[in-house]
C-alpha cells in the first residue's frame, strides 16, 4: 500500500544551526502537507503544497514540493527552541484520507 | 477558529471494559477522523467518516468501532478494552476532499485522550 517515510527520524542541533526534514512517499501526490507537533500536543497544520516543484516560505521555514511530486522537504534556518517537536508531512490517499509520514523529532539545545 | 474537543484528556480503564472516546467539531466539517499516535509508530489511521451515519475502516480497525450520529460529533468504541490498546487517541476533521486542490483538505486535531488500561 501507499507509505510516506521520513528521515531522519530524530533530530538534535545547537540553537542557530539550520535543520532539514525529508519526506518520500511511493506514490505521486496530488499535494503534501507539513504538521508540527509540540511535545504534550497534537499536530497543528502549517502549510499545504500543491505544484511541483513549488517552494513556500513561512519566516524561518522553507517548504519544497519535488519536481516528480513523490517527495517534500522542510528546512529551518537557525533553528530556536520553539522550533522543538516532532514535524510531519502527509499526503492524500485515494479518499478523504491523509498518509502521515513517520516523523522527525528535532530536539533543539540553547 | 475551528475547535475540535476530546471528551477526556486522561483516562484509566480495566482490561475487558467498554471505552467511549468522544469527539466534537464546531465548523461544520464532513470528514472526521481517529488515529492513534504510538512511539515510534506516527499516526494511524483508526477509522473514519465522511458523513453522518457513513464510516470506513482505517489501517487498524481491529478491536475499534465508530459511530456518526450528528456530523459534529465522532465517537470510537473499545468493545472490550486490551492493554495493547494503551495509547494517545486523537480525533481530527476536515472541511472537504483530499483530491480538492484548493485547498480545504487540512486535518484540525484536538488535544487527544491519553487511554491507559490495565
Same mark, same amino acid.
Given at each position: 500500500?501507499?507509505?510516506?517515510?521520513?528521515?531522519?527520524?530524530?533530530?538534535?542541533?545547537?540553537?542557530?544551526?539550520?535543520?532539514?526534514?525529508?519526506?518520500?512517499?511511493?506514490?505521486?501526490?496530488?499535494?503534501?502537507?507539513?504538521?508540527?507537533?509540540?511535545?504534550?500536543?497534537?499536530?497543528?497544520?502549517?502549510?499545504?503544497?500543491?505544484?511541483?516543484?513549488?517552494?513556500?516560505?513561512?519566516?524561518?521555514?522553507?517548504?519544497?514540493?519535488?519536481?516528480?511530486?513523490?517527495?517534500?522537504?522542510?528546512?529551518?534556518?537557525?533553528?530556536?527552541?520553539?522550533?522543538?517537536?516532532?514535524?510531519?508531512?502527509?499526503?492524500?490517499?485515494?479518499?478523504?484520507?491523509?498518509?502521515?509520514?513517520?516523523?522527525?523529532?528535532?530536539?533543539?539545545?540553547? | 477558529?475551528? !475547535?475540535?474537543?476530546?471528551?477526556?484528556? #486522561?483516562? *484509566?480503564? $480495566?482490561?475487558?471494559?467498554?471505552? @467511549?472516546?468522544?469527539?466534537?467539531q464546531d465548523m461544520d466539517h464532513e470528514?472526521?477522523?481517529?488515529?492513534?499516535?504510538?512511539?515510534?509508530?506516527?499516526?494511524?489511521?483508526?477509522?473514519?467518516?465522511?458523513?453522518?451515519?457513513?464510516?470506513? !475502516?482505517?489501517?487498524?480497525?481491529?478491536? #475499534?468501532? *465508530?459511530? $456518526?450520529?450528528?456530523k459534529e460529533? @465522532?465517537?470510537?468504541?473499545?468493545?472490550?478494552?486490551?492493554?495493547?490498546?494503551?495509547?494517545?487517541?486523537?480525533?481530527?476533521?476536515?472541511?472537504?476532499?483530499?483530491?480538492?486542490?484548493?485547498?480545504?483538505?487540512?486535518?484540525?486535531?484536538?488535544?487527544?485522550?491519553?487511554?491507559?488500561?490495565?
Amino acid at each position: 500500500g501507499q507509505q510516506v517515510m521520513q528521515i531522519p527520524q530524530y533530530q538534535h542541533v545547537q540553537e542557530g544551526e539550520d535543520f532539514t526534514t525529508y519526506c518520500n512517499s511511493s506514490t505521486t501526490l496530488s499535494n503534501i502537507q507539513w504538521y508540527k507537533q509540540r511535545p504534550g500536543g497534537h499536530p497543528v497544520f502549517l502549510i499545504q503544497l500543491v505544484k511541483s516543484g513549488e517552494v513556500k516560505k513561512q519566516k524561518r521555514l522553507t517548504f519544497q514540493f519535488g519536481e516528480a511530486k513523490k517527495n517534500s522537504s522542510l528546512h529551518i534556518t537557525a533553528t530556536q527552541t520553539t522550533d522543538v517537536g516532532t514535524y510531519f508531512c502527509a499526503g492524500p490517499a485515494n479518499t478523504d484520507k491523509l498518509i502521515f509520514g513517520t516523523g522527525t523529532r528535532l530536539q533543539v539545545f540553547p | 477558529d475551528v !475547535k475540535v474537543t476530546q471528551s477526556s484528556r #486522561y483516562l *484509566v480503564k $480495566r482490561t475487558g471494559e467498554k471505552v @467511549f472516546l468522544e469527539c466534537v467539531q464546531d465548523m461544520d466539517h464532513e470528514n472526521m477522523f481517529w488515529y492513534r499516535q504510538d512511539p515510534g509508530l506516527g499516526l494511524r489511521l483508526i477509522y473514519f467518516s465522511y458523513d453522518v451515519k457513513m464510516k470506513e !475502516k482505517g489501517d487498524i480497525p481491529e478491536g #475499534y468501532s *465508530v459511530s $456518526r450520529e450528528k456530523k459534529e460529533r @465522532f465517537s470510537l468504541i473499545l468493545e472490550s478494552a486490551s492493554t495493547n490498546q494503551t495509547s494517545m487517541y486523537l480525533c481530527a476533521s476536515s472541511l472537504g476532499t483530499a483530491l480538492l486542490l484548493a485547498g480545504g483538505l487540512e486535518q484540525y486535531f484536538g488535544p487527544g485522550t491519553r487511554l491507559t488500561v490495565t
